[in-house]
């Protein structure tokens, strides 16, 4: 059974940092997309960050424009875990930050996590 579960999320001060982890379990997932997401209050699901395989050891980085140069994506294959750092955070980051993935790139991601609750104070 195909798991994402993901942890680190919680309460901080603005200009703080968190790491988001997202732990897949139930196979490997070295050669598929795996991708952050967030929800704010009222608002569509986002996309912030994405890591796709693209050949041997080699994943291409995504991060939305939005938060570029605050957020960093980054997985551990060994550990079968995708990170989203943040730092930086802002009142406006308050969301549910959700992992993704997908094997085939042409199509929708197939596999959510839970979500995790990260809540910025101003």
């Known amino acids: 059974q195909v798991q994402l579960v993901e942890s680190g999320g919680g309460l901080v001060q603005a200009g703080g940092s968190l790491r988001l982890s997202c732990a897949a379990s139930?196979?490997?997932?070295?050669?598929?997309?795996m991708g952050w997401f967030r929800q704010a209050p009222g608002k569509e699901r986002q996309s912030v960050a994405t890591t796709t395989w693209t050949g041997g050891s080699t994943y291409l980085a995504y991060v939305a424009d939005s938060v570029k140069g605050r957020f960093t994506i980054y997985r551990d294959n060994a550990k079968n875990t995708v990170y989203l750092q943040i730092n930086s955070l802002k009142p406006e980051d308050t969301a549910v930050y959700y992992c993704?993935?997908?094997?085939?790139?042409?199509?929708?991601?197939?596999?959510w996590g839970q979500g995790t609750q990260v809540t910025v104070s101003s």
């Open positions: 993704a993935a997908r094997s085939d790139k042409g199509q929708k991601y197939n596999y």
């Open positions: 139930g196979r490997t997932f070295t050669r598929d997309d």
